[in-house]
Antibody, heavy 120, light 110 residues
């Protein structure tokens, strides 16, 4: 059974750096076929893809946020960490991590999401 | 402004068939697989359709996906009250080298 759970601060101040952790179980991030992706969703708006990482350390970032994002993995801990710098109130929203794979089956497994509020 | 374009709203009565469209370009829908997600209030999106027209296990066959050129559609037959939700299309975009989502369609069951 695949499960994922996001964790991190609920409130960050403008200009601060956000660090979110996705802790997962039911799969291993040790092959090039399996990955974890991050997606965020501002209140009342559509989801926005942020970044992905595969087990072979292949990474991709949103073209719109690339300069502010870093994604890393800790295979031994079954964790993926997303760092987003220079936070702004427009970054407020729910941040999700999801299981990804190279078999084009989409994001079938999602975490419950974590709400991040950016405010002074 | 989303890369994929969806109508903001759709509606139907119980038992009806409803279709939601998703328009893109040659860098996404035209050459890549389309995915559809359903989101109920306060929950994470749920995968409904993958690879244009395939069902994950557990998704009823009332939901179906199709694609033609740079547009895709999600059809829901035998509409039920529990289908009232937000629906999003998504695809990989080769120009952006990332996943793009539609702006979402809010489905109301009258």
């Amino acid at each position: 059974q695949i499960t994922l759970k996001e964790s991190g601060p609920t409130l960050v101040k403008p200009t601060e750096t956000l660090t979110l952790t996705c802790t997962f179980s039911g799969f291993s991030l040790s092959t090039s076929e399996v990955g974890v992706t991050w997606i965020r969703q501002p209140p009342g708006k559509a989801p926005e893809w942020l970044a992905l990482i595969y087990g072979n350390d292949y990474k991709r970032y949103s073209a719109f946020l690339k300069s502010r994002l870093i994604i890393t993995k800790d295979t031994s801990k079954n964790q993926v960490v997303l760092t987003m710098t220079n936070m702004d109130p427009v970054d407020t929203g729910t941040y999700y991590c999801a299981h990804d794979s190279r078999n084009y089956k989409g994001f079938e497994y999602w975490g419950q999401g974590t709400l991040v509020l950016v405010s002074s | 402004q989303s890369v994929l374009t969806q109508p903001p709203s759709a509606s139907g009565t119980p038992g009806q068939r409803v279709t939601i469209s998703c328009s893109g370009s040659s860098s996404n829908i035209g050459t890549k697989y389309v995915y559809w997600y359903q989101q109920l209030p306060g929950t994470a999106p749920k995968l409904l359709i993958y690879r244009d027209d395939q069902w994950p296990s557990g998704v009823p066959g009332r939901f179906s996906g199709s694609k033609s050129g740079t547009s895709a559609s999600l059809s829901i037959s035998g509409l039920r009250s529990e289908d009232e939700a937000d629906y999003y299309c998504a695809a990989w975009d080769s120009s952006l080298s990332g996943v793009v989502f539609g702006g979402g369609t809010k489905l109301t069951v009258l």
